[in-house]
């Protein structure tokens, strides 16, 4: 075991700490190698004077505002009395909405004769009819499983034979 500890491998993969030795013996010129800008011609380059980036000058005044606008005073607000007087002649005003439709349906029907008063009737009887068809097939559903039920029941009923 002491046979490896003493072997070093062919080449290693990290970096000799001479290496960042060598760094400090180079010459100035070489250790300072930065990047430097010009930046005048960056600025000529990119940015040339007759160049129209839609930037607009607004040569227009300022909106004036009125100051006292604001410093209103508040002393224009509803009078409760007012506000209370305002309500009661609304209440007395008849109501902007339609009538209910019951009374005006009784008023038709004094206009009709006894023949339209007799076809009005079998209409709403017939639409009445229409509208219970979905309960009434809901019903005969219901008796229909019954009847299987009552069916299966039977099925598994077994008849005792008998001898002659």
Do not use: C
Not at 35 to 48: F, G, L, R, S
Not at 78 to 105: F, M, Q, T, V, Y
Not at 154 to 162: F, W
Request: proline fraction near 6%.
């Amino acid at each position: 075991m002491s046979e490896n500890l003493q072997k070093r491998p062919a080449k290693g993969i990290l970096k000799n700490s001479s290496s960042f030795d060598k760094q400090e013996n180079q010459p100035a010129a070489k250790r300072n190698k930065e990047t430097k800008w010009d930046e005048m011609n960056i600025i000529a380059t990119y940015h040339p004077p007759g160049k129209d980036y839609g930037h607009m000058k607004i040569d227009e005044p300022k909106t004036p505002y009125n100051y006292e606008v604001d410093m209103v005073d508040h002393s224009s607000e509803l009078n409760p009395e007012e506000l209370a007087e305002r309500i009661k002649i609304a209440a007395e005003k008849p109501p902007k909405i339609l009538e209910d439709e019951s009374d005006s349906s009784d008023e038709e029907e004094e206009h009709l004769t006894e023949e339209e008063k007799q076809k009005r009737k079998e209409f709403e009887m017939k639409r009445k009819k229409h509208y219970n068809e979905f309960h009434a097939l809901q019903l005969a559903k219901k008796l229909l499983e019954e009847e299987e039920e009552d069916d299966d029941d039977d099925d598994n009923y077994i008849v005792p034979r008998t001898t002659v």
